[in-house]
């Protein structure tokens, strides 16, 4: 099973300010990383595919990059709604489908 | 619009018995591979079980729910179910139904429904 490790689990930052999200893969999982937001009481939404790949609608301040066992997600500069948890998801190595445990992303 | 619609969950008490199912629309249901992703309280996602658009094909499942429940569609219906036997307290969450991104076994979870919700407690 391919473990995916977020860290950090909590960051404090202040609207405007640039938010650096890692997710580390126990092994290889190329391009095939997803990354994916979430509000309290809300579904998941898909951010990011393959990596670096903006899902329909999302802003251009959401950017993705890394391959093999290192990714990144990056928000340029944090807008109000931004704050949430933030998920990564491999699909390169399934069954099973994993996810990262999270970072949550909080108004300082 | 493309929306799935889950329905099902309630209580339960520990070793019983729910069915949960999902209703989609605005898409060709039967050419997607379709997904269980559930949450527990205040906990991060997991993956349940995944079925590929021809039920003959394949079926795979979390080994935390493998034997205990099982993923089932109907394609004449545009309908995903979970039947879930014997369920503990662990199986608490809210469970969505999702749809990837492109009409194969991509994985990219692109689709949510709202989730519906199991609590299992006596």
């Known amino acids: 099973e391919t473990v995916l490790t977020q860290f950090p689990a909590t960051l404090s930052l202040s609207p405007g300010e640039r938010a650096t999200l890692s997710c580390r893969a126990s092994?290889?999982?190329?391009?095939?990383l997803a990354w994916y937001q979430q509000k309290p009481g809300q579904a998941p939404r898909l951010l990011i595919y393959?990596?670096?790949n903006r899902a329909t609608g999302i802003p251009a301040r959401f950017s993705g990059s890394g391959s093999g066992t290192d990714f990144t997600l990056t928000i340029s500069s944090l807008e109000p709604e931004d704050f949430a948890v933030y998920y990564c998801q491999q699909r390169k190595n399934w069954p099973p489908l994993t996810f990262g445990g999270g970072t949550r992303v909080e108004i300082k | 619009e493309v929306q799935l619609v889950e329905s099902g969950g309630g209580l339960v008490k520990p070793g019983g018995s729910l069915r949960l199912s999902c209703a989609a629309s605005g898409f060709t249901f039967s050419i997607y591979t379709m997904s269980w992703v559930r949450q527990a309280p205040g906990k991060g996602l997991e993956w349940v079980s995944s079925i590929s658009r021809s039920t003959r094909t394949y079926v795979y499942y979390a080994d935390s729910v493998k034997g205990r429940f099982t993923i089932s569609r109907d394609n004449a219906k545009n309908s995903l179910y979970l039947q879930m036997n014997s369920l503990s307290a662990e199986d608490t969450a809210v469970y969505y139904c999702v749809r990837p991104l492109w009409g194969n076994d991509d994985m990219i979870m692109d689709v949510w429904g709202q989730g519906t919700t199991v609590i299992v407690s006596s």
């Open positions: 092994q290889s999982v190329d391009n095939y």
């Open positions: 393959d990596a670096s």
